[in-house]
């Protein structure tokens, strides 16, 4: 599944294509029936929050879209957009003189049209998104302190902070050397505001980069200015052996996902 910087980058690319212009909206599969509400309207903006995507229409309606685990977007930039591949959901088209693009979305989980309430209703299931301006940490330190229940588990919870999955939980935890079934309530709050220092640095550096990479490169033996392989990209998340001691790497399930760590470097 995607994690936050993985919308929050969509969001961004996206503004730059199709905020500002009147939009050409439908539904080549016929799941999306809310198309019609929006199609001839123009996109005002884009926001991401965690793992959601919302359109703001002029109509003041807005689009709520979650990818969940298949969902995609595919951008084309030609004037004649190639037929829909599979079951396109959503396809957009720049419906002006400007650069012409079309984006299809196949596979979500959610795609509908409703008024702004139902954009806050979801919003307020959420916790603290550490990508976005107007996050409070206070909050989600908060949250995470007063629970028994795990750290690992707490990270995935989307009520607790929003936008962190499977590989950005591992590592933060890793970092800190928390066992990733240590119970919130076990963390000091110094930890625990380090933890979301971490994960708002680890996810910017995921939107920037538009992939996953939470080692840093002096700790790589990499010749300099090479890309980092995806399998050295982690310091637990599917490896082996730890990057820093060479333990060999655990992995359990926590929160019905399974969890990497470091069992020297993140003792229980
Ligand atoms: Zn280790």
């Not at 961004?12 to 199709?18: E, I, Q, V």
């Not at 199609?39 to 703001?56: I, M, P, Q, R, S």
């Not at 049209?113 to 996050?135: F, K, M, Q």
């Not at 220092?197 to 910017?204: A, P, S, V, Y």
Request: with cysteine; proline share 7%.
């Amino acid at each position: 599944m995607p994690e936050g910087h993985t919308i929050h980058r969509i969001a961004r690319d996206h503004r730059t294509l199709l905020a500002g212009r009147a939009l050409r909206v439908s539904s080549p599969q016929g799941r999306f029936t809310d198309a019609v509400r929006v199609d001839g309207a123009t996109l005002v903006d884009l926001e991401a929050y965690g793992k959601h995507l919302f359109h703001h229409w002029s109509t003041g309606e807005i689009g709520h879209i979650h990818l969940g685990l298949f969902g995609k977007f595919r951008v084309h930039r030609t004037a004649e957009p190639p037929e829909p591949r599979g079951a396109v959901r959503m396809r957009v088209t720049a419906d002006d003189d400007g650069e012409p693009v079309t984006i299809d979305l196949a596979g979500p989980t959610a795609c509908s049209v409703g008024p702004p309430h139902d954009r806050d209703v979801i919003v307020a299931r959420l916790g603290p998104d550490p990508l976005r301006a107007d996050a409070d940490p206070d909050l989600a330190v908060h949250n995470m302190a007063r629970s028994r229940r795990a750290m690992g588990a707490l990270l995935l919870d989307q009520s607790v902070l929003s936008g962190v999955g499977n590989v950005y939980r591992a590592e933060a935890l890793f970092v800190h050397g928390i066992h990733p079934r240590r119970p919130g309530t076990a963390c000091s709050e110094h930890e625990l505001r380090m933890l979301w220092t971490t994960l708002r640095d680890m996810l910017r550096a995921g939107v920037r980069s538009n992939r996953i990479v939470t080692v840093t490169r002096d700790e790589l033996d990499l010749p300099r200015g090479a890309r980092i392989p995806r399998r050295e990209a982690t310091y637990v998340y599917k490896r082996d052996r730890c990057l820093r001691c060479a333990t060999p790497i655990a992995a359990i399930e926590v929160a019905n996902r399974t969890c990497y760590h470091c069992p020297t470097c993140q003792p229980t």
